[in-house]
């Protein structure tokens, strides 16, 4: 897939049109309540793996679900994971890469067991859904809205707020947390997840394409080692399916899901996914 200089210059504008407050608030809210020690509650809280579901049920939840935090499209969140599935196949990558694109966000349909308090239902998105970061280290000037970094409580503290807060230098990011969202969730129902035969890259695409801050931003070179320039190099590739394939396009879930239900019992079996 080619990427366009005009393409790169109209995708993630923070700052266009009537978009702009409610993506801005979104983005206020997440790093004003995203701290180290919520992101612990959050895993303790929602990595409890008692929800069986099977997968075509839980891919029409997000017909339900649109993006508050994403400024180029407005569309239920189900249309961009077909659209980025579609990209995908119309290149004619590995199969296991068009289900990862079938279902990268498919994190986001925490908002059944959410709430407001803790961000992640369908008013209050902060814990779900944007651009992740490393908690309870010094935030970067490449998160969205940096003025917003210092309202984190964690760059008050004598430990978070450091380079490399409670974690080692070069310790690889698969050993840092994350702020709390959709990308984490799903990582972690598929890694538990028995029939689960999604390879490395794509699991690595699932968990790491919403932390911009690294991949795309350049940011957290203190903790990273070899195996996360691997891991950048996947990430990017599949960035491109993830950004620049957004459109006004509607699908119907229903139509595609011939093609690629095969695929997605070749790497998730056909029981049930506990989230």
């Excluded at 004619?92 to 990862?100: A, I, K, S, Y």
């Excluded at 004598?158 to 702020?179: H, Q």
Aim: hydrophobic residues 30%; aromatic residues 14%.
């Amino acid at each position: 897939m080619e990427v366009t200089a005009e393409q790169k210059k109209s995708f993630r504008n923070y700052e266009k049109g009537d978009v702009t407050a409610a993506v801005k608030e979104h983005y206020r809210k997440m790093r004003t309540r995203q701290t180290y020690s919520y992101v612990q509650r959050m895993k303790s809280r929602y990595l409890t793996y008692d929800r069986p579901m099977d997968l075509w049920d839980a891919m029409k939840k997000l017909n339900d679900l649109i993006d508050v935090s994403d400024p180029d499209i407005n569309l239920p969140n189900v249309q961009h994971l077909i659209q980025s599935a579609e990209a995908i196949r119309a290149d004619h990558r590995p199969d296991w890469m068009q289900l990862v694109g079938l279902i990268h966000d498919l994190g986001k349909m925490m908002y059944v067991k959410g709430c407001d308090e803790d961000g992640t239902s369908q008013d209050e998105q902060w814990g779900m859904v944007g651009d992740v970061f490393v908690v309870g280290c010094r935030l970067p000037d490449t998160c969205v809205y940096p003025e917003f970094n210092q309202l984190n409580p964690d760059m008050h503290d004598p430990v978070y707020s450091t380079d490399l807060g409670p974690y080692e230098k070069g310790c690889g990011l698969d050993s840092v947390d994350l702020a709390w969202g959709h990308d984490e969730y799903l990582y972690q129902v598929l890694m538990n997840h028995r029939e689960n035969k999604i390879p490395e890259e794509g699991m690595v695409m699932i968990r790491y394409h919403s932390f911009y801050p690294w991949h795309t931003g350049g940011s957290y070179t203190q903790f990273t080692n070899q195996k996360d320039e691997r891991y950048k190099e996947w990430v990017l590739d599949f960035n491109k399916y993830d950004l620049y394939t957004k459109s006004q396009k509607i699908y119907d879930l229903e139509e595609v899901k011939d093609y690629y239900e095969p695929i997605a019992v070749k790497y998730l079996g056909s029981g049930p996914i506990y989230f």
